[in-house]
T-cell receptor, first 114, second 117 residues
Framework: DSGVTQTPKHLITATGQRVTLRCSPR?????VYWYQQSLDQGLQFLIQ???????AKGNILERFSAQQFPDLHSELNLSSLELGDSALYFC?????????????FGPGTRLTVT | AQSVTQPDIHITVSEGASLELRCNYS??????LFWYVQSPGQGLQLLLK??????LVQGIKGFEAEFKRSQSSFNLRKPSVHWSDAAEYFC???????????????FGQGTILTVHP
């Protein structure tokens, strides 16, 4: 158990809908990351937040957005969903300094868009 | 841009045999390197990491990896594989690129390990 929690574990929804994925980092970690894992793209970095502020951005679609709240939990919002958004979404967290790259992953949320 | 190549999509070994999974990276400066393992339906677990210093790093579950700057490689090894090691293994690179790359890990495509009894 990494200490990172994600809810829900599974999500099935229809095209055009909007969903919210939630992540709670390990105790004491200020950084939260979101990754997407799909068969064709592999593991792709989406976005990073550090203590409530956006810190780094990957190839995140404009239909996707994220935020980190004062209690450090994070939410990833996916809207106007398409079939191709079906994937496993991971949240990871890390401490500060060099350890920012030592990321601990949650169990993931499997999103299925029908 | 940073990138990671894992040349072997699928490797099969017999239980008790030695294992080496290959990883080559591309990065403009000294990289931070990682190996993660993912069991079916699970998240990624950090096996080991290299930041600096000794180029042979030890990890959990009896795994080790060696950083070879001249070959841009960070291969994962285990002297004797157990059936429970069957999983998918990912090599990742990050570094002090700063800016919009701060904190970003770039992953390889993964190597699936099958262990025969």
């Amino acid at each position: 158990d990494s200490g990172v929690t994600q809810t829900p574990k599974h999500l099935i929804t229809a095209t055009g809908q909007r969903v919210t994925l939630r992540c709670s980092p390990r105790s004491g970690d200020l950084s939260v990351y979101w990754y997407q894992q799909s068969l064709d793209q592999g593991l792709q970095f989406l976005i990073q937040y550090y203590n409530g502020e956006e810190r780094a951005k990957g190839n995140i679609l404009e239909r996707f957005s994220a935020q980190q709240f004062p209690d450090l939990h994070s939410e990833l919002n996916l809207s106007s969903l398409e079939l191709g958004d079906s994937a496993l979404y991971f949240c990871a967290s890390s401490a500060a300094g060099t350890s920012v790259y030592e990321q601990y992953f949650g169990p993931g949320t499997r999103l299925t868009v029908t | 841009a940073q990138s990671v190549t894992q040349p072997d999509i699928h490797i099969t070994v017999s239980e008790g045999a030695s294992l080496e999974l290959r990883c080559n990276y591309s990065y403009g400066a000294t990289p931070y390197l990682f190996w993660y393992v993912q069991s079916p339906g699970q998240g990624l677990q950090l096996l080991l990491k290299y930041f600096s210093g000794d180029t042979l790093v030890q990890g959990i579950k009896g795994f080790e990896a060696e950083f070879k700057r001249s070959q841009s490689s960070f291969n994962l090894r285990k002297p004797s594989v157990h059936w429970s090691d069957a999983a998918e293994y990912f090599c990742a690179v990050g570094g002090r690129a700063g800016g919009t790359s701060y904190g970003k890990l770039t992953f390889g495509q993964g190597t699936i390990l099958t262990v025969h009894p």
